[in-house]
């Protein structure tokens, strides 16, 4: 059964149809515009994507190329062998000041105590 509201809204489509017409034309061409407007949107943040993931491509073959060529280039290993060889000189370096240091603590030594130093040469 039809409520006395139905029966209201049949009547007002039945009066004026082309006034249902174009309101719904009308609502046809918002949503149109609103499609148009997604599309646009949707097909630059493709664009963008397809940018952006060129340049995390090109920007890890790089680093590959960077630790691949690096490690093994002539400059690298130039450069590792002056680190060898400046390590052995801080060894060298480190043992000649023990030795001198030791020297100096000597004489250090027979300075302080004169008497024990002249005892030990038989001087007195």
């Known amino acids: 059964m039809l409520t006395n509201e139905d029966i209201k809204r049949i009547k ?8 249902r017409i174009e309101e719904l034309e009308g609502k046809c061409r918002e949503a149109g515009r609103a499609m148009i ?6 097909e630059s943040t493709l664009a963008e994507n397809k940018k952006l993931k060129k ?3 090109e920007a890890e073959g790089e680093v590959t190329i960077v630790k691949g060529i690096g490690q093994n280039s002539p400059e690298m290993k130039a450069l590792q062998a002056e680190v060898e060889n400046l390590k052995a000189d801080l060894a060298r370096s480190k043992e000649e000041h023990q030795y001198d240091n030791m020297v100096h603590q000597k004489e250090l030594e027979s300075l302080k105590n004169p008497a024990i130093n002249l005892r030990n040469k038989g001087l007195i």
């Open 55 to 57: 340049r995390a491509e």
């Open 12 to 19: 007002k489509i039945e009066e004026d149809p082309t006034k």
């Open 37 to 42: 407007e997604l599309n646009l949107k949707w």
